[in-house]
């Protein structure tokens, strides 16, 4: 018998290896991993930032529009979870030009900021934001406040959160942003901003005063972010120019979209259209036959708007006059033209719009008023009248193919009936015609047929 070789031998009885090629290539990728591994580490020490750090975490959350019930409830579910999580600290990021909340419920949220564990800052920002009337007043509570350039604070009037519990939460500043609203140099000028952190002599003296007092205003949430105690920080170079960056990390957050939905309605112009939009649909519906889509939209609307009117500061005489309004509009459409009840219904539609929302707490802008007086009146004086016309209209019917039709008398009395093509039909005729006698027809005049004896 023939033997095999050794090698063949040994090759048969040892394990199963990678072709030698594939090694080659599986070692050099191992090889240039642990080169990266060590260069990483090294430009990790050569910048200064350790691999792993005990920085921590800020949350932002940002409050945008009227301080209503929604946005008053997630600022205090924003609190609970930066203390839940153990956050370094809860920034708001603000443009709020009034709370359409009640004093006490803003006594409530004014008491949250004021026991919570966590740091609480308020940014007014981003450039064009506001901090305006019972708002501010919250906003003096908050541990650190930055006002983004071209942002204004202040209008806080009399104060309503309780003396006793908060003091005069603007201090020496209190009669100042009671009657104006400050710029964001007026803020750092009279201290609400503070600028320690981001001075001129902190980064190498490369900014001048200018620029300084440009990032003391904390144009962006960054330069806010980094100006906080709780916030570490560390200064780069950026194209010659030192600024800091953020070691600290950020996560953002808002509203979720029930709640923003509901805080939309809550606006002052959505609420006032989705209201009367609402109700023009349910008298469309009223004059039209059966149930459709328009009735379902309208009383959807009817109810997101009464939401938002609930909510927000409102004269309840004059919802009454807008409902009014809709009553008189009723009485012309019913006979389908419009007359004195439709002018009468106009006047109410305008009186109850301007006196809708009082001007000291919210104000409403002249667009959205204009449009709706002018397109209810379109609607009103035109659309619904043509609407009614057309629905309940009937249609003339021409009979004239049944003339010379022949027919019998089917009753006779008071009340002349000939059945023609099997159909019976009210009839009427010069002659005595008998029960059964046959008869044609002569003419037609709506659904009367005139009939005579056939010959």
């Known amino acids: 018998m023939r033997r095999l070789p050794l090698a063949c031998s040994s090759h048969v009885l040892e394990p199963a290896r990678a072709p030698r090629p594939l090694r080659a290539a599986i070692g050099l990728v191992l090889v240039v991993a642990s080169l990266l591994g060590a260069a990483s580490g090294a430009a990790a020490q050569d910048d200064g930032t350790p691999a792993e750090t005990d920085a921590g975490f800020v949350r932002v959350f940002e409050v945008s529009g009227l301080l209503d019930p929604v946005v008053a409830a997630a600022i205090e579910h924003a609190i609970d979870s930066a203390e839940n999580d153990g956050a370094r600290a809860l920034v708001l990021q603000l443009d ?51 006002v983004a350039i071209g942002s204004t604070l202040g209008g806080t009037g009399p104060q309503v959160l309780d003396a006793d519990r908060f003091g005069q939460v603007w201090g020496d500043n209190q009669a100042l942003l009671a009657d104006t609203e400050i710029n964001w140099i007026q803020a750092i000028e009279k201290g609400i901003v ?89 008298v469309f519906e009223f004059f039209s036959i059966g149930v459709g889509i328009a009735g379902v939209i309208g009383a959807v609307m009817v109810a997101l708007g009464g939401y938002g009117l609930v909510v927000l500061p409102v004269r309840t005489w004059a919802i009454v006059v807008l409902l009014l309004s809709m009553v008189a509009f009723s009485v012309d459409i019913q006979s389908a033209v419009p007359r004195a009840w439709t002018a ?33 009146g379109i609607v009103m004086y035109r659309g619904m009248p043509i609407m009614v016309r057309g ?65």
């Open 344 to 376: 009468i219904g106009m006047v109410m539609f305008v009186v109850g719009t301007l006196a809708l929302y009082p001007q000291s707490d919210v104000a409403m802008s002249w667009i959205p008023m204009v449009v709706a007086a002018v397109g209810m």
């Open 96 to 146: 709020s030009a009034q709370a359409v909340v009640s004093d006490e419920r803003l006594n409530e949220l004014a008491t949250r900021f004021s026991d919570a564990t966590v740091s609480i800052a308020v940014w007014v920002g981003p450039s064009g934001s506001v901090a305006h009337g019972k708002v501010a007043q919250l906003v003096g509570l908050a541990d650190d406040v930055g």
């Open 194 to 282: 503070a600028c320690e952190r981001v001075s001129v002599d902190e980064l190498g003296g490369a900014l001048s005063e200018e620029e300084s007092l440009a990032r003391c205003a904390n144009p962006t949430i960054g330069d806010f972010l980094v100006s906080l105690d709780e916030v570490e920080s560390r200064v780069v170079d950026t194209d010659g120019i030192p600024r800091r960056s953020l070691v600290t990390r950020t996560f953002f957050g808002g509203l979720g979209l029930p709640d923003q939905l509901m805080h939309t309605v809550s606006s002052p112009p959505v609420a006032y259209l989705l209201f009367i939009i609402g109700l023009a649909l349910l």
């Open 391 to 455: 629905r309940f209209a009937t249609t003339e019917v021409w009979r004239d193919f049944l003339i010379d039709e022949q027919g019998q008398v089917v009753a006779t009395g008071p009340r002349l009936e000939v059945e023609v093509r099997g159909a019976r039909w009210p009839a009427s005729s010069e002659q005595d015609l008998a029960h059964g006698a046959a008869v044609t027809v002569t003419a037609a005049a709506g659904s009367v047929l005139t009939v005579e004896a056939t010959a």
